[in-house]
């Protein structure tokens, strides 16, 4: 599967931004999707994840109640709403997808090529 991710841009203290990742491929449907970032100087880390039927999501700490990750498998696309967003959470923004074996384990496989979100203070 191959990712497209865009929404990025400059925004301030306190606006929204909604990011979009656009998956290539009929087996959209299948995968667990997730969106991570990276600020500078930093590790990537976990933002949200998404279960492949939409019906499961969870979220790190530090974005719990602002942010908000959707999918519509129609579409092929899965969405970050962004709300009262904080300087710190300036980072490129990476969509993956992983896809989830009988077992229940699964790993990030694929990557977008990540879109650079910047919050002004």
């Known amino acids: 599967v191959q990712l497209q991710a865009s929404g990025g841009g400059l925004v301030q203290a306190g606006g929204s931004l909604r990011l979009s990742c656009a998956a290539s491929?009929?087996?959209?449907?299948?995968?667990?999707m997730g969106w991570f970032r990276q600020a500078p100087g930093e590790e990537r880390e976990f933002v949200a994840a998404?279960?492949?039927?939409?019906?499961?999501?969870n979220y790190a700490d530090s974005v719990k109640g602002r942010f908000t990750i959707s999918r519509d498998n129609a579409k092929n696309t899965v969405y970050l709403q962004m709300n009262s967003l904080r300087p710190e959470d300036t980072a490129v923004y990476y969509c993956?997808?992983?896809?989830?074996?009988?077992?229940?384990?699964?790993?990030?496989?694929?990557w977008g090529q990540g879109t650079l979100v910047t919050v002004s203070s």
């Open positions: 491929g009929r087996t959209f449907s299948t995968y667990r």
């Open positions: 993956a997808a992983a896809y989830v074996k009988y077992s229940g384990s699964y790993a990030y496989d694929y």
């Open positions: 998404i279960s492949s039927s939409g019906d499961s999501t």
